[in-house]
């Protein structure tokens, strides 16, 4: 079956609609009452960036020095004089900064690849150009000359999307008196809407992480709230109209892969070379809106996931990092539930493959993907995307009968969200919509039996903001449907999500003959956000058994209604031992929808900045039993034992070149389990060119109650079957270190390795005894044998029945790493050589320090990749 076109018709209609409610815009008042002046620069005059400001037209320019100090004494005089002026031209804004030192030898000047922030100075340009009062752009520089960018999606300094990455130019330069930068910002990669003069918010922060000082053009008391609510204003910008925004940037690449294989393997002989090509594309709609499409991308650069050894029925939802699906994501998110996870997008093919050697494909192809993103003159935000998926076929090899199997492992795919956001009153209260919608082709494939063909999701959120956003009231109602046939929804309701086939449920059955499921979720909250002490936050929240949002989004149980609070104190003032301290309560509690309570925690965290910038963290937390839908996998209910348990932590000062933090945590629990973990990290600058770092973790475990199978034979009480349990001790090593050098702004190479090594051994096997039970019986006791077999595996007898148990026992070791080089070539345009190591094996008996090293030796396979991008504008 055909994607319905009613699919990319339904999202599509989005920015229409968005566009033709749009609103006009209104005047916000200055606040703060600060106002800088920008110059325009004389007919056929120009300027040399070079830093150090001794063009001509630097002398015609407004200065302005009135900075305040936040960091270490609010409101105190800063250490040194900063000066700031404007010019411009048809083309860019020119921004020229002084940073005087009283000691400029002190001035740190490391050099990091860009938008990674050290102890250099920073001088933080931020531009409010739609003057909403919410929104802005900021424009880093440090003293080391290496450039950062990141966009604020809401009034909020800490609310940053650091995946905005215009293309822009500075120059810096230190001499005796401090160090100077010269910044030019084309107006090509700013959105502003079209006027005669344009009046922009503004607002200028010096970092100095070296000396602990922070200082600001306009300072936002630490008790309040607020960024760009609270902006001065840029004026004299005149004659200047938004640009068209067209750039293209074509790539080629090439990679080989050398792999460890079976000599038996045909579909492996050890190497595998490939050529590529793609573009992205971008172009601007109107002055408010842009168009991102990209043709066969390529994330080839994109470094990979961390290890893991996942005992637990739930996936892991690791944070996306291709470049395409990050820039401008929060446009898309939303406040309600975790509708759209974008690595749904090219997931790993999921369909059976019959042979003794295999050929699949990692990930599914992205034939194209686009979005259409921006904000209306009238305070209405648009995000939408749609992105396609080739089909992949997988091929086999029977050894037996020298034979050779092709199936389908995934469907053609079409994916498409859209999120249309309106902000609203004084307050920049806001409300949203958002959908989704996914199909897959999957016809009369085996496929249909276990994937479902059809997915929509949605809803409103919203977030009322009073006192100039001091107090919140916010929320979601969202839905979900999902489609398919009658095996694929049975597959849908048995998942862990729901594990709709236990047998103890009322609130719920199990459907054979459903060929959709329909739920819902929704939640409501309050805040107090602002104040010189307390603050607080309250939430309840729920999703009905049947919401599933998987196909595209990320859910890990439905079935849940949850509420919880917050308390906190915080003291901002600082003290004779503390620079500042903050002291926070926690308190929750949840059920399902049969009435039955799964769980009850407390906690208190109590956070410490000492004089001398090093912090601290002292927590402690607990839990009360409760009774658990999903220990059992699909089995009835069990008691879920209290626990306690507490956290350490200690961190230096972040602006020295030798950073440190470590953490300790610990966990005990009724039924015998426990858990401590050691964590660390250290990072040295030897040169202002180089970081080195290491983070090293040790965790070990004892599971009370790790699930290992269903048998049949068990009795009444616990439904016919037998659940069966055992302890786990489990130990987990890694060290993952970092080594960038960074030979330009422009240019670095950049490092990063883990070694990793876990085991685990299964003992005191038992089963579920009734439902609901803490307790488990266990095996060689009651009446019943356990014995363990040369194979490991362990045959179990009650009574007249018997069973074999296998052998869950492991020890693994692997290595990962990502070597990458980074040149920017020219503006916009960069060259990466890649090189990955992706390596596995088993480890020796249990895991010790050894075992990280012996990782290294694992069999596996490396990666190695060369990528062009080549810039190309049109204004």
């Known amino acids: 079956m055909p994607l319905s076109h009613r699919s990319l018709l339904l999202l599509l209609a989005l920015p229409a609609a968005s566009l033709a409610g749009q609103a006009q815009s209104v005047t916000v008042p200055n606040a703060s009452g600060k106002e800088f002046s920008a110059t325009r620069l004389p007919s056929g005059g120009s300027l040399v960036l070079d830093g150090r400001l001794d063009d001509d037209a630097w002398t015609r320019a407004a200065w302005r020095t009135d900075f305040t100090q936040k960091e270490p004494v609010e409101g105190g005089e800063p250490s040194g004089r900063t000066e700031i002026a404007f010019l411009y031209d048809d083309n860019a804004l020119y921004v020229g900064a002084r940073m005087h030192s009283a000691d400029a030898s002190k001035i740190p000047t490391t050099v990091t690849r860009r938008d990674q922030f050290s102890n250099a100075e920073h001088l933080v340009i931020a531009l409010d150009t739609y003057l909403d009062r919410r929104t802005s752009y900021s424009f880093v520089i440090s003293s080391g000359g290496v450039r950062g960018d990141y966009y604020h999606p809401s009034d909020s300094e800490g609310s940053r999307d650091y995946t905005w990455d215009p293309v822009w130019q500075a120059r810096t330069h230190v001499n005796g008196d401090g160090w100077f930068a010269e910044v030019r910002i084309p107006f090509s990669q700013l959105r502003f809407t079209a006027a005669g003069s344009q009046t922009w918010g503004i607002q ?4 100095m992480p070296h000396a602990n000082e922070d200082v600001y053009w306009i300072v936002i008391p630490k008790n309040e709230n607020g960024w760009a609510s609270r902006f001065g204003l840029l004026t004299g910008i005149e004659g200047v109209r938004p640009s068209r925004r067209m750039e293209l940037l074509p790539y080629v690449a090439a990679n080989a892969t050398f792999e460890d294989a079976p000599s038996a393997d045909p579909f492996n002989d050890g190497s595998d070379y490939t050529a590529r090509a793609g573009a992205d594309f971008k172009m601007g709609l109107g002055p408010n809106l842009t168009l991102d499409a990209t043709v066969n991308p390529d994330f080839g650069q994109v470094e990979a996931d961390p290890a893991e050894v996942n005992l637990s029925a739930f996936e892991t939802f690791f944070s996306e990092r291709r470049p395409f699906f990050t820039e401008g994501a929060q446009l898309l998110r939303g406040g309600g539930p975790g509708y759209f996870y974008s690595r749904r997008i090219g997931t790993a093919p999921r369909g059976d493959i019959t042979g003794d050697y295999v050929d699949r494909p990692d990930n599914a192809t992205i034939l194209g993907a686009a979005k259409v993103t921006g904000r209306l003159r009238g305070g209405t935000s648009v995000g939408f995307l749609t992105a396609f998926t080739d089909r992949e076929m997988g091929r086999g090899y029977l050894v037996d009968s020298a034979r050779y199997t092709r199936s389908e492992i995934e ?15 004084a307050n920049q209260s806001v409300a949203g919509l958002s959908l989704t919608y996914m ?16 997915a929509i999701t949605g809803g409103g959120d919203w977030n009322l903001r009073f006192k100039g956003g001091a107090y919140e009231l916010g929320g979601f109602l969202g839905f979900s449907h999902v489609t398919g046939t009658p095996e694929a929804m049975l597959a849908v309701q048995q998942a862990p999500a729901h594990f709709f086939q236990r047998p103890d449920a009322t609130e719920f059955s199990l459907d054979s003959n459903a060929t959709s499921l329909t739920g819902w979720a929704a939640s409501l909250r309050a805040a107090k956000n602002a104040g010189k002490h307390w603050l607080w936050s309250v939430t309840a929240a729920t999703e009905s058994p049947k919401f599933d949002i998987n196909d595209m ?8 209604f949850e509420t919880f609070g917050q308390l906190r104190y915080r003291e901002n003032q600082p003290g004779k031992l503390f620079h500042r301290w903050s002291s926070n309560f926690f308190l929750g509690r949840g059920w399902n929808y049969g009435g039955v309570t799964r769980w009850t925690e407390s906690s208190l965290g109590n956070s410490f900045t000492f004089k001398n910038y090093w912090s601290a963290f002292v927590g402690v937390f607990g839990s009360i039993r ?5 220990l059992t996998r699909g089995g009835p209910l069990m008691g879920d034992p209290a626990s306690i348990g507490g956290d350490l932590e200690l961190q230096g000062n972040e602006g020295k070149p030798v950073f440190w933090q470590g953490a300790f945590s610990w966990r005990e629990d009724e039924a015998g389990g426990s858990r401590r973990s050691l964590e660390a990290e250290v990072s040295v600058r030897p040169s202002p060119a180089v970081r080195v770092s290491l983070e090293p973790g040790w965790e070990k475990d004892i599971v009370s109650r790790q699930y290992v199978t269903r048998v049949g034979g068990g009795s009444a009480a616990t439904f016919g079957q037998r659940y069966v349990f055992a302890f786990v001790d489990r130990t987990t090593l890694s060290s993952a270190f970092r080594v960038n050098y960074a030979f330009t702004p422009d240019l670095s190479l950049e490092l990063y390795g883990e070694p990793f090594a876990a085991s685990g051994r299964y003992y ?29 595996s362990r045959t179990v007898t009650d009574g007249a029945q018997s069973f074999i148990l296998a052998d869950r026992d492991f020890n693994v070791l692997s290595f990962r790493s990502n070597l990458v080089l980074r040149w920017e070539w020219r503006p916009g345009s960069t060259l990466f050589v890649v090189w990955q190591q992706d390596k596995s094996g088993d480890a020796r008996r249990g895991v010790g320090a050894r075992s990280l090293f012996d990782s290294f030796k694992a069999d596996g396979g490396q990666f190695l990749a060369v990528k062009m991008s080549y810039w190309l504008a049109a204004r």
Do not use: C, H, M
């Open 553 to 560: 989004g990320q859910l890990q149980s439905a079935n849940d």
């Open 411 to 425: 469907p053609f795919t079409g994916y498409g969200i859209g999120r249309v956001q309106q902000e609203f009153g």
């Open 439 to 454: 199909e897959r082709s999957l016809g009369d494939s085996a496929l249909s039996t276990f994937l479902a063909r059809r």
């Open 204 to 207: 200028i922060n010096r970092w």
């Open 764 to 792: 005191d096997f038992g089963e579920l005894p009734r439902a609901r039970s803490f307790g488990i019986r266990k095996y060689g006791t009651d009446g019943t044998t356990i014995t363990k077999q040369a194979d490991g």
């Open 626 to 630: 409760g009774q658990s839908d999903d």
